[in-house]
Nanobody, 114 residues
Framework: QVQLVESGGGLVQPGGSMRLSCAASGISLSIYTMAWYRQAPGKQRELVAAHTTGGSANYADSVKGRFTISRDNAKNTVYLQMNSLKPEDTAVYFC????????WGQGTQVTVSS
């Protein structure tokens, strides 16, 4: 059974930092394109960052220069380092793995508020 489990969410003040983790079981992330998405209340789910098996990363314009996606294949985990957080970053963050099949995690809530 394939599982993607996100962790690391919570409440943070504006300007703060947070690191999300996505740990996989049942698949080897090293052969998957990995991505983080987010969905704010009343909005569509949007791509935040993606990381290919070749090591290339791309980001939504709204997070460029603030967020960094990375992976540790030995730990079968993908990360999203989020710096200089803003209230508009508040959302549920989801991890996605894509190869032929698409797998989603259950999401973790990130709230940026003072």
């Amino acid at each position: 059974q394939v599982q993607l489990v996100e962790s690391g969410g919570g409440l943070v003040q504006p300007g703060g930092s947070m690191r999300l983790s996505c740990a996989a079981s049942g698949i080897s992330l090293s052969i998957y394109t990995m991505a983080w998405y987010r969905q704010a209340p009343g909005k569509q789910r949007e791509l935040v960052a993606a990381h290919t098996t070749g090591g290339s990363a791309n980001y939504a314009d709204s997070v460029k220069g603030r967020f960094t996606i990375s992976r540790d294949n030995a730990k079968n985990t993908v990360y999203l380092q989020m710096n200089s957080l803003k209230p508009e970053d508040t959302a549920v963050y989801f991890c996605r793995a894509v190869r032929v099949t698409i797998y989603w995690g259950q999401g973790t809530q990130v709230t940026v508020s003072s």
